[in-house]
């Protein structure tokens, strides 16, 4: 059961990680700068519950906020290039981000031991969940809470005007620009609102693992966050979670009977994938036709 | 003392940088043709590297008969990379090229880790020796990485510049619709853009596994970051702009590793980034470039 459990836990940062890169794809962006964000929120998180004692909630607000405030600056030199560029520069920042927290130490002593992050051995005894006697159905109960509140503001944020703003710069910039949308604004808030849940995500990540050092948060873990939601299928939110499940229960955890193949099926399968559904697996027309199924009008 | 040093690791550092170059000029020519990137294009070079190492202490033969074959190779898997990757996915998405492109980076990285059982494999000596000019010591194989390199960018510019084929790819890249209505295969010159960047990919692999004495799967991550970054710097679509960069980032590389160390120095590289994509975001050698 635990396992299980595990597994769950996993996906819920993972689908949070994928809701972050999510945002900023609506506006046509493609961040690889997810990971940075995501080190970031989870050295701060961390740090404030063992260092600073701090309560779990107030840790993960501030170090979404911290993650969140990074993006926006990061965000105003880099969106002044597109496309290609903004690739770089974003795996730029993320390599920036891991190099820094592998140079990074401060330690202070706690009972007879010493306590923080430490350079390349990481952060070790990150032990809130196990002091404050949390169980590991708790910690998924809870990241799932987190979740479906960051989802369900995705999901009425793509019904609202700003959904559509989002879109529209997605879509076609010049057009967007000429119906008076101030493409600056909207690209930065996107890259805000992105980095702002990828520190939540972080924040939890560090907590459920007990353990998180700069190897975690490589630009692999940058290119599974785009993957997601491209995967997924960018006109839903569900898009990102169904490739959540996709990937981390059925590509990793359920081929695992294959050994070693796993591994080399899922480049594979990825290829595969986007050249059948170059949209992603619940792309417009699918989540049109889901829409018919259930009985409402599309709108 | 510390002027000799100093012009020491500068001059190591353009030596070696000219397989970045390298790299950076096969990024750049597929944007330039495709406005696509591609981003398996540095593991394929690797594993082109490591089939060919494989293939020359399997029958045999020179050390430097791996480096013919490594181009062979890379184009071969140039081609698979197009047609797997870009053939049959509509264009207009980018982000569907982009995906099955990182798709193609994790399963050559894992073909590669599988072969191997992720042990780094010894690459054999080309060319040895050190030239000792007054208080400079020159590496051979440095020099003969940066010759080699040299050498298959004029071969590219003289295709490029001075054949058919050379004229049909700079027109696809111009104006893709024009060149179709006089007739060039967009199809066909796309594909032959691939091998021909694959053929310079598997060659810079060879040339960077005989330089550094070995290959290891932990190659792929770091050639990728540093190609995509000469991409930038040199300018997206400029070959010019790709030799000086890949020159420029080896030379940083070794600057910033004598004076910080080596955990530290590829930050100072991220940062030399961004200071271009703020004050010169199109590079080296500005031109009005179409943006993907």
């Known amino acids: 059961m635990d396992f299980y459990l595990g ?50 909630i107030a840790a993960l607000v501030v170090a979404s906020l911290v993650a969140g405030i990074t993006a926006c600056l990061v965000g105003f030199p880099a969106l002044r290039v597109h496309g290609l560029m903004l690739v770089v520069a974003t795996i730029a920042f993320t390599e920036i981000v891991r190099l820094f927290f592998f140079n990074f130490d401060y330690q202070i002593s706690r009972g007879n031991l010493q306590v923080g992050p430490l350079g390349g051995e990481g952060f070790r005894q990150i032990r809130y969940f196990p002091e404050n006697g949390w169980t590991t159905l708790h910690v998924a109960v809870f990241i799932w809470t987190v979740v479906a509140l960051v989802m369900a503001a995705l999901w009425w944020m793509d019904r609202s005007r700003a959904g559509a703003v989002l879109r529209a710069v997605g879509e076609d910039e010049i057009a967007a620009q000429s119906c008076g949308i101030n493409l600056t604004a909207v690209k930065v808030s996107a890259m805000t609102a992105g980095g702002a849940i990828a520190g939540i995500a972080g924040g939890l990540y560090a907590h459920y693992t007990t353990h998180i050092e700069q190897s975690n948060f490589t630009i692999l873990l940058a290119t599974f966050a785009i993957a997601y939601p491209i995967l997924g299928g960018l006109s839903s939110v569900f898009g990102t979670v169904a490739a959540v499940i996709f990937i981390q229960g059925f590509l990793v955890e359920g081929l695992r009977f294959l050994g070693d193949w796993r591994n080399l099926l899922f480049g594979a399968l990825i290829v595969l994938v986007m050249n059948i559904r170059p949209s992603g697996l619940l792309d417009a027309r699918t989540m049109a036709s889901l829409r018919r199924l259930f009985g409402r009008k599309e709108g | ?109 894992e073909i590669i880790v599988h072969t191997t059982d992720g042990m780094p494999q010894n690459y054999p000596v080309v060319v040895g020796g050190i030239l000792h000019l007054g208080e400079f010591m020159i590496r051979g194989d440095l020099v003969f990485v940066f010759a080699c390199a040299i050498l298959a960018m004029l071969i590219l510019l003289y295709l490029l510049y001075r054949t058919k084929l050379g004229t049909a790819t700079r027109a ?45 799967p932990l190659l792929v991550v770091p050639l990728t970051i540093k190609g995509l970054i000469v991409t930038v710097i040199g300018g997206l ?8 960069a890949g020159l420029l980032v080896g030379m940083a590389e070794n600057v910033f590793q004598y004076f910080r160390g080596v955990t530290e120095r590829d930050i100072y590289v991220m940062l030399l980034l961004f200071i271009f994509l703020v004050f010169r975001p199109g590079g080296i050698f500005s031109t009005t470039v179409k943006r993907d």
Not at chain 2, 36 to 50: D, L, Q, R, T
Not at chain 2, 237 to 244: E, L, R
């Open chain 2, 237 to 244: 679509g400029s070959i010019p702009g790709a030799i000086i």
């Open chain 2, 172 to 216: 696809v890249s111009q104006q893709p619709i024009a060149a179709q209505l006089v007739g060039i295969r967009i199809n066909q010159v796309n594909a032959l853009t691939f091998v021909v960047t694959g053929m310079l990919g598997g060659f810079a692999g060879a040339l960077i596994g005989s330089a550094v004495g070995l290959l290891s």
């Open chain 2, 1 to 109: 003392m510390l002027l000799v040093d100093l012009a020491q690791s500068i001059l190591d550092g353009v030596l070696f940088g000219a397989t970045y170059a390298l790299i950076g000029i096969g990024f750049t020519l597929v944007f330039g043709v495709m406005h696509k990137i591609n981003m398996a294009y540095a593991a394929a070079s690797v594993g082109g590297a490591y089939a060919a190492l494989r293939l020359i202490t399997l029958i045999g033969g020179p050390a430097w008969a791996s480096l013919l074959i490594a181009a062979a190779v890379g184009g071969l898997f140039g081609l698979f990379i197009y047609w797997l990757c870009f053939r049959f996915i509509p264009l207009s998405n980018p982000l569907a090229t982009l995906m099955s492109t990182v798709g193609m980076f994790l399963l050559a990285e």
């Open chain 1, 7 to 56: 597994l769950l836990q996993i996906m819920g940062v993972h689908t949070l990680l994928g809701l972050s890169a999510y945002v900023v794809l609506q506006t046509g962006q493609v961040s690889l700068a997810q990971a940075g964000f995501m080190a970031i929120g989870a050295y701060v998180a961390a740090m404030l519950t063992v260092l600073a004692g701090w309560p779990l």
